[in-house]
């Protein structure tokens, strides 16, 4: 059985994109698929290495009954490219970054979330607005919808 490697993306990897790796992994898992899956998250910048989920985003989570514990933000890499069937990024900015940190996308894995959805654009970035609901509301119809494109 082949597994799907997926790598999600954001700036510091405190809020979105961990967001969006639990959100998948527990969608899989209740789908029956987690056999089927390997799935981590990081980010663009080296601002938050080493620091664990922003807390709102852990409440978000944990309010949704999702566990991030032991998470802590690290650096995509180039190397990240070679290991991963889809590096999937949060928005444009991030797409730009992940392009340059990878040298490019030549097997065209590089991918925005919400362009899985009927509303393609980019995951709200709670770190500005404040807004976690809207940001789980992304992730979720995002991971749903990704989930449903493999």
């Given at each position: ?12 990897n ?11 992994k ?12 390997h ?24 309010g949704?009954?999702i ?13 990240d490219y ?11 900015w ?5 392009n ?43 991971c ?7």
């Amino acid at each position: 059985m082949k597994t799907t490697s997926i790598l999600f993306v954001c700036h510091g990897n405190i809020c979105r994109s961990p967001m969006a790796e639990f959100v998948m992994k527990d969608i899989v898992e209740k789908a029956g698929l987690s056999a089927r899956f390997h799935i981590e998250s990081a980010a663009t910048s080296t601002e938050e290495i080493g620091n664990e989920v922003y807390p709102p985003a852990r409440r978000k989570l944990a309010g949704h009954g999702i566990s991030c514990k032991g998470k802590t933000a690290r650096q995509m890499t180039a190397t990240d490219y070679g290991r991963f069937d889809l590096l999937i990024g949060m928005d444009t900015w991030n797409i730009r970054n992940m392009n340059r940190i990878c040298g490019g996308d030549p097997e065209g894995k590089i991918r925005k979330l919400m362009d899985y959805t009927r509303r393609p654009g980019d995951v709200a970035d709670p770190w500005y607005t404040g807004d976690f609901e809207a940001t789980w509301r992304d992730v979720l119809e995002g991971c749903t919808a990704l989930l449903q494109s493999l």
